[in-house]
């Protein structure tokens, strides 16, 4: 079965630090576009964070630059989003994504992805 698990919220104060977690099962993510995404109550789906797994660009928001880093783990078929120096308004469902292609650009502009993690809390306190 195909599936992508993320994994890592919880409730952190202002400016600390989270590791979010997108382990796959049923391929591996070599060639693919892998995405972060979150949601945040009564708001839309923003694009965070997205990398190319072959050649790694990797693209990240206005808002969380210099703040979020995105690697993999090849070898545990894991991405992983870093969370540093964390606000309030990162509060949200967090979202990881796969892109089959490697059609890092569409997942990132559309949003466009064949796989969906099933979302996972950060809760930032001020």
């Known amino acids: 079965e195909v599936q992508l698990q993320a994994s890592g919220g919880g409730l952190v104060q202002a400016g600390g630090s989270l590791r979010l977690s997108c382990a796959a099962s049923?391929?591996?993510?070599?060639?693919?576009?892998i995405g972060w995404f979150r949601q945040a109550p009564g708001k839309e789906r923003e694009r965070v964070s997205a990398?190319?797994?072959?050649?790694?660009?990797?693209y990240y928001a206005d808002s969380v630059q210099g703040r979020f880093t995105m690697s993999i783990d090849s070898i545990k078929n894991t991405v992983y989003l870093q969370m540093n120096r964390l606000k309030p308004e990162d509060t949200a469902v967090y979202y990881c994504?796969?892109?089959?292609?490697?059609?890092?650009?569409?997942?990132?502009?559309?949003?466009?992805?064949?796989?969906w993690g099933q979302g996972t809390l950060v809760t930032v306190s001020s």
């Open positions: 049923g391929f591996t993510f070599n060639g693919y576009a």
């Open positions: 994504a796969a892109e089959a292609a490697g059609q890092l650009l569409r997942l990132w502009t559309k949003h466009i992805a064949d796989y």
């Open positions: 990398m190319h797994i072959r050649d790694g660009s990797t």
